[in-house]
């Protein structure tokens, strides 16, 4: 077993179609295998047989002449068959006495002076038996001999040998082989198909179950419907078991972070009210703070929010639409540096996520910068294809500004953190984009942008209707 433990090691990971088919060829071929062998034994054991119930009829025939009245010595005669008559045909009989001389043994003509082997070194030597075995003829061609003893009392004893060609066995094992070979190779390919039938009909239900997972996942189903075998049905019950669990957990995150939304603006709003009363400095003080706090519960709300949604299964946003209408927006609010926002984007190219938290990363992103470009923002898309065969992709968006040494593209990404007060802003664009990015499995990095600014580079999950 500790042969095969790499091999099963190396099925485990494969696809269950794959690892029924493997299994089925192999045990297949290795029954087959097994049967072919067996019947091509029984094939040549009854070959042997039938050419040795020949042999043996010619040595009765030969025993008959020589228990017949006369001399035993005396020339037995052809016994029916013309190939003993020929020299070196492969038919030989030969008849003498035990530890006969040469000049005693009587053959046929075929032999051409040559004796056949003995069998009795090769097989258990008792008399009386009828011995069945292989030899060489004297023109080295294999040989199948039956050996008998006869014993005629005061006459003596004597052994009689017939031998006849083994290529005649070897020929009708060959041609039964080749037979066997074809039935069992078209024998092997109907197994096969049919198990590959088998396997697709069987795996049918499997399929169609991640189908309908694939069909919840890009938002086209919201449960898995269809008629299921009973082994898998109660699968797919748990499943949708499991999509209304998920679905009323986000329904109560969103009502709790909405209700938090507004129990802490509305105190806020009633402290920047009564600011207005308190003596001008204070009052700028408390608005300051006010305002802070406000950027920071909106923030860490955002981030809860989308933490929520963020695993939301058959949530799928069209990320053209959003992106465009993001450039014209951020292209009119800069109109005064007469900004020009070229677009890239597939128009079947969407996000796996809430639109709403597509709009805030790229809507931070854009406006980062248009904010610093001096005329041109270009905006476009780069689609990944990952190793599981879900696409995502990469947002990329570049300006001609003035761009950011190496050492301070880290530091912007710190919450809160700004190289430049002279900019407006909280500070907290780039890090609600990677804080968003990361709840969706993403990334954001910047770059050198190919205009001479900075590149943002935005991956987020997608998919391609």
Do not use: C
Not at 85 to 98: D, T
Not at 187 to 194: D, K, R
């Amino acid at each position: 077993m500790r042969g095969f433990r790499p091999i099963l090691d190396r099925f485990a990971s494969r696809p269950i179609a794959v690892r029924l088919a493997v299994s089925s060829v192999f045990w297949s071929f290795a029954i087959l295998l097994v049967a072919g062998l067996i019947l091509l034994t029984l094939y040549r054991d009854n070959t042997e047989r039938a050419f040795d119930q020949r042999l043996l009829v010619y040595a009765n025939t030969l025993a008959s002449n020589l228990v017949a009245p006369g001399d035993p010595d005396r020339d037995l005669g052809p016994i029916g068959d013309p190939r003993f008559e020929l020299p070196l045909s492969g038919w030989y009989w030969q008849v003498a006495r035990p530890n006969a001389k040469p000049e005693e043994i009587r053959s046929s003509k075929s032999l051409f002076g040559g004796q056949v082997p003995s069998l009795a070194a090769t097989v258990d030597n008792r008399f009386g038996q009828i011995r069945r075995g292989y030899g060489k003829a004297p023109d080295e061609r294999n040989l199948r001999i039956i050996e008998r003893d006869i014993d005629l009392g005061e006459d003596g004893r004597y052994i009689i040998r017939v031998a006849g060609p083994a290529d005649e066995i070897d020929v009708g094992v060959r041609d039964f082989l080749f037979a066997l070979t074809v039935t069992f190779a078209l024998l092997g390919l109907a197994l096969g198909f049919s198990t590959l039938l088998q396997i697709r009909f069987g795996l049918r239900p499997l399929a169609n179950l991640r189908s309908a997972l694939g069909a919840i996942r890009r938002g086209e189903a919201e449960r898995i419907v269809g008629e299921y075998p009973r082994d898998i049905s109660p699968l797919a019950s748990e499943l949708n078991l499991l999509l209304d669990t998920n679905r009323e957990i986000l329904e109560r995150a969103r009502t709790q972070v909405g209700n938090l939304a507004h129990a802490l603006k509305t105190p806020l709003s009633i402290v920047m009210n009564e600011a207005e009363n308190a003596p001008e400095e204070v009052a700028s003080r408390v608005r300051e703070q006010a305002a802070l706090m406000r950027d920071q519960v909106n923030y860490y709300l955002d981030r809860a929010r989308a933490a929520a949604l963020a695993g939301t299964l058959g949530t799928l946003t069209d990320v053209e639409p959003v992106i465009g209408g993001l450039a014209r927006t951020f292209a009119k609010i800069y109109r005064e540096k007469e900004l020009a926002v070229e677009l890239a984007i597939p128009r079947d190219l969407r996000f796996r996520g809430e639109k709403q938290d597509l709009e805030e990363m790229a809507g931070n992103l854009i406006d980062n910068a248009a904010k610093w470009a001096s005329h041109k923002v270009e905006i476009s898309v780069e689609i990944i294809r990952e190793d599981d065969d879900r696409p995502r992709f990469r947002l990329l968006i570049d300006d001609d500004g003035p761009g950011l040494p190496e050492t301070a593209r880290a530091e912007v990404l710190k919450r809160g953190r700004r190289l430049d007060e002279t900019k407006p802003g909280s500070g907290l664009g780039l890090s609600i984009v990677t804080d968003l990015a990361t709840l969706y499995r993403g990334s954001l990095r910047l770059e050198e942008s190919p205009l001479g600014g900075l590149r943002a580079v935005l991956e987020l999950p997608g998919d391609r209707g």
